[in-house]
């Protein structure tokens, strides 16, 4: 008699990650994102421009509110740039928390009917905003070309590499750890919704999106700093426009915030996300 | 012959309303006690000790162990809320069990999911790939069999048009056809018959000989039409209240499951006035239903004639007539019969009616009766005194779909060539 190919137990362990699978489901990933993408596109009125037209939109907005009406410091950044690295590192970072934290509430009706690792939602929605990332990096690099040939702005590009890929790996990693805990909170609590788009909104206050950390006072600095995501920021404006303030010490914090969270946010994931669908 | 699942002791404690005990002190004293001091989680011991269950725990499913061998169609009966698709639910691993184990061979997948996933902007080729995916087909699979599934759903000229703009029949279809191409070795079907129109469906009945004859799978069929059991499983389980009340070859379990309906309460009665339901102007005495069957252990089918009879307590000199209404399950009312109106005198009153036969469709139905004075002032309302089950019955159709409509008369309904 052969042995049986599978079996359902009650239990799913804390540290049931099932890499295996998640890799046979990879096509499934792959659809996710493009569907995603389609469906974005066919839906909205400006079509796939709106990538784009978004973080401009809000570029021009706080060039005028931060820069011209209250007069925050951009560390003698050039507003436009100071203001867009930030904009579209924290669209990272917070479409990233934001999509993960809603898995199970935006697919409810799909996890009632059939199985698959549901893990694929939170790297389709991490994976779409990378590309999307991706796609306003390159609206980043026209502007800092522009700087540089018109206005004879000064470039590092040999620190590029490494800011961008602290930045692909820190900004959405953090998002999807963070996202992974708030996901099962937000199944269980409806009422969490609201408080998640509040703290987001709060979070970016304490992080230097706006403002360089340069010009936190040093009795707030500790709460900025606490922050994980501050050195994300700041390393990828010391790399792009040649002024930040961090250590590879508060990035090695970072990096650790991020693993711990993803860790203990996939332990949760796994071992609470089948028993959500026990309710009546 | 070898097995393709195993169920062993399966059981599905349901929590109403709120997962977990819903609040947040609770939960955490729960995790406390059994994932910390290693006891046995208080709630779950409670809610088994106790055979009537607070009102917030539900056991779906009860001890169900069963196995289903290689290539065999196993047929699972039940009525409405007997654990079927909570069985179900937990074969196609969407829900976790409480207890027990279910082992298996080889890919599950579940007609119930047909559609899954379907996004209503994208185009019919591309919700194919998304849709196969989710049911967990591989990219290759899709592709090598994209051609097959187009044109068994017959879509070919809108495939690349969004699918928000397709017929219901043409979605359907399409949703269909990629769940027929799935080629599991164990596969779940759960009344998908009751879509589509007849041709389409003989094309799913086809298919589902097709897979289990000629390619050896194995197939769960879950259905309400006996006749389909029939005539598809070699073997099947009557589930009733989440437990196994029969299990074996299929002429044996319908046979329990028919004859299990007729214990339904069929007629009640009331021996003094007090206790009796009712009010100052009528006391009910009795009401009971009597189908009109030619051997008494048949079942009660859409060819059945039906007589209610009741008896009550006047209890003023009124003028009085009664109505007799027959309500859907879902509760729409399908229709309202009256007595003609009489001048009674205190004391004990009967009447009668009768519900021809070939009239009611198959399904669940509630009878009401409505107590009215001087054919305008509603007096009582017996709600939902009696309550019948209609089966299903055909005779040379080829069609095993849900007949439609609440009623289904048999009309003079005549057909013939016309000589020219």
Redesign the interface.
């Known amino acids: ?2 042995t ?9 362990s804390w540290f049931n990650w099932n890499l295996k699978e998640l890799w ?2 990879r ?2 990933l792959v ?2 994102i ?2 995603d993408f ?2 974005h596109h ?2 909205t009125l400006l079509g796939p421009m709106w990538i784009v037209y978004q973080p401009i939109i809000t570029l021009i907005t706080y060039v005028f509110i931060f820069e011209k009406a209250v007069g925050l410091s951009t560390d003698g950044v050039p507003s436009y740039l100071f203001y867009f690295s930030g904009i579209i590192v924290w669209n990272l970072f917070s479409e990233s928390f934001i999509g993960t934290a809603f898995t199970f509430t935006q697919n409810a009706q ?7 690792p549901r893990m694929i939602i939170p790297f389709s929605v991490v994976a779409t905003h990378l590309i999307r990332f991706g796609i306003q990096l390159i609206l980043f690099a026209l502007l800092l070309a522009f700087f540089i040939f018109t206005k004879d702005f000064e470039v590092y590009p040999v620190r590029w590499l490494p800011a961008l890929l602290t930045t692909l790996i820190l900004a959405p990693g953090l998002g999807m750890g963070l996202g992974l805990i708030f996901s099962l909170l937000t ?3 409806r009422d969490l919704v609201n408080v998640i788009h509040l703290g987001v909104r709060l979070l970016m206050f304490a992080t230097p999106v706006i403002y360089p950390l340069s010009i936190v006072s040093s009795d707030i600095q500790a709460i900025v700093l606490f922050n994980p995501l501050t050195p994300v920021f700041e390393f990828f404006r010391y790399a792009f426009l040649g002024n930040g303030m961090f250590s590879y010490l508060q990035l090695l914090y970072s990096l650790v915030s991020m693993i711990v969270l993803i860790v203990f946010g996939s332990m949760l994931f796994n071992k609470f996300g ?7 | 012959m ?1 097995r393709a699942i ?1 169920v062993e002791n399966l059981s599905k404690l ?7 005990t819903g609040s ?1 002190r609770q939960d955490i004293k729960r995790w406390w006690v059994s994932q910390i001091l290693k006891k046995e989680d208080p709630f779950f011991t409670e809610a088994k000790s106790n055979q009537q269950l607070s009102t917030d725990f ?1 056991w779906a499913l009860r001890d169900v162990s069963f196995d289903v061998k290689q290539g065999e169609v196993f047929g699972i009966i039940g009525r409405n809320g007997a654990g079927k698709s909570t069985l179900l ?18 890919r599950i997948n579940s007609l ?2 047909i559609g ?2 379907f ?1 209503d ?2 185009s019919g080729r ?1 919700n194919i ?2 849709n196969g ?4 087909m ?2 290759h699979e899709i592709k090598r069999k994209f051609d097959e599934i187009v044109d068994f759903s017959g879509v070919e000229r809108f495939i690349d048009t ?1 699918v928000k703009r397709y017929s219901s029949g043409m979605y359907v279809r399409l949703a269909f056809a990629v769940a027929a191409h799935l080629e599991p070795d164990i596969l779940i079907i759960d009344e998908v018959l009751a879509v589509g129109d007849a041709e389409f469906q003989k094309k799913c009945l086809g298919k589902m000989h097709e897979v289990s004859t000629k390619q050896g799978r194995t197939i769960l069929f879950v259905s309400h039409n006996m006749q389909a059991i029939s005539n598809l499983c070699n073997r099947a389980m009557f589930l009733n209240r989440g437990q196994v009340a029969d299990i074996g070859p299929v002429e044996k379990v319908v046979n329990t499951y028919l004859s299990g309906i007729q214990k339904l309460k069929a007629s009640h009665s009331w021996n003094t006035k007090e206790v009796a339901p009712g009010n100052e102007f009528i006391r009910i005495k009795s009401v009971e239903l009597i189908p009109h069957l030619k051997n008494p252990t048949d079942p009660i089918d859409i060819r059945t004639p039906l007589t209610i009879k009741f008896q009550f307590w006047n209890l003023k000199n009124i003028n009085l007539c009664v109505g007799l209404q027959v309500c859907a399950q879902s509760g729409e009312c399908i229709f309202d019969v009256s007595s003609p109106a009489y001048d009674f005198s205190e004391g004990v009153i009967e009447g009668q009616c009768e519900i021809a036969g070939n009239f009611l469709n198959d399904g669940s139905y509630y009878i009401s009766l409505i107590f009215v004075k001087d054919t305008s002032v509603e007096l009582f309302n017996l709600e939902e005194c009696l309550s019948i089950d209609v089966e299903d019955f055909r005779e040379n159709i080829n069609w095993y779909g849900k007949w439609p409509g609440y009623v289904r008369p048999k009309f003079p309904f005549e057909l013939r060539q016309k000589v020219t």
């Open positions: 008699m052969k049986w190919d599978w079996s359902i137990v009650p239990e799913s046979e489901y096509h499934l659809r996710l493009r569907r389609l469906v066919q839906q799909l996890f009632e009917k059939v199985y698959f199944a269980k609590y089948s028993k959500l669908q026990d309710v009546l | 070898e195993q349901y929590s109403l309303g709120k997962v977990g947040f539900i639910k937990i074969l196609s691993k969407v829900i976790s069990p409480t207890e027990g184990i279910i082992k298996g061979r080889g119930l999911e899954t996933g996004h902007e994208l591309e790939y998304l995916h989710f049911l967990g591989t990219y969004p």
